[in-house]
């Protein structure tokens, strides 16, 4: 069974700080991995997605997040973050190479950004 | 523009009663999910389905129903026997790239 989780329910930043947000994971085969975006009242955008290759994986809107097999993290990351960045994120796991499309979510993190 | 239609954007459901959400994809996608969003619960899914014809329970699928007779629809029925239906309620598809999941904007379902 795979299981997801991001520390930390809210999380809040001066505009132009550093966001980081958390994702944990546990999975029996080796996992795709993915952060969405949510804004209030409105369906999950892709932000970006980890199936294979380089570990490192820059997505939409300057965010990026890091595969760590040891660690089995993947954390969300931007530099200098903006107003329009507050949301919500979630970070979600899949089985690589299956039939099996099915996601699971973690409880996601709410981003603050303060002026 | 492709995407996913979710109707209506708000419902309300009386006691007793059972409610149907729409899900319409013009994606050409083969698969399609329902999710349940409850504050700080992320998002659990209630039903998928990867071809027209079949469908699998998902993780909450008590209370819920779904059909897919043609591709591009998934209605999710709401039954009486769901007590606690007040939720925000997500449809999903997949397509070609099986792992990547496209969102409708969502339908929020509260009781009167």
């Known amino acids: 069974a795979q299981s997801v989780t991001q520390l930390g329910s809210h999380v809040s930043v001066s505009e132009g700080a550093l966001v980081l947000l958390r994702c944990n994971y546990s999975?029996?085969?080796?996992?795709?991995l993915f952060w969405y975006v949510q804004y209030p009242n409105q369906g999950l955008q892709l932000l970006l997605k980890y199936t294979t290759g380089a570990t490192l994986v820059k997505g939409i809107n300057g965010f990026e997040a890091e595969f760590k097999k040891s660690e089995t993290s993947f954390h969300l990351t931007k530099p200098s973050a903006h107003m329009s960045d507050a949301a919500e994120y979630f970070c979600a796991v899949s089985e690589s190479g299956g039939s099996n499309y099915k996601l699971t979510f973690g409880k996601g993190t709410l981003l603050t950004v303060n002026p | 523009d492709g995407g996913i239609t979710q109707s209506p954007k708000y419902l309300f459901r009386k006691e007793g009663q059972n409610v149907t959400l729409s899900c319409e994809q013009n994606l050409n996608h083969d698969a399609m999910y329902w999710y349940r969003q409850d504050p700080g619960q992320g998002l659990r899914l209630i039903y998928y389905s990867q071809i027209v014809n079949d469908f699998q329970k998902g993780d909450i699928a008590e209370g819920y129903s779904v059909s897919r007779e043609k591709k591009e629809s998934f209605p999710l029925t709401v039954t009486s026997a769901q007590k606690n239906p007040t939720a925000f309620y997500l449809c999903?598809?997949?397509?070609?790239?099986?792992?990547?999941?496209?969102f409708g904007a969502g339908t929020r379902l509260s009781v009167l």
């Open positions: 999975s029996s085969v080796p996992p795709y």
């Open positions: 999903a598809s997949t397509g070609p790239a099986k792992n990547i999941q496209y």
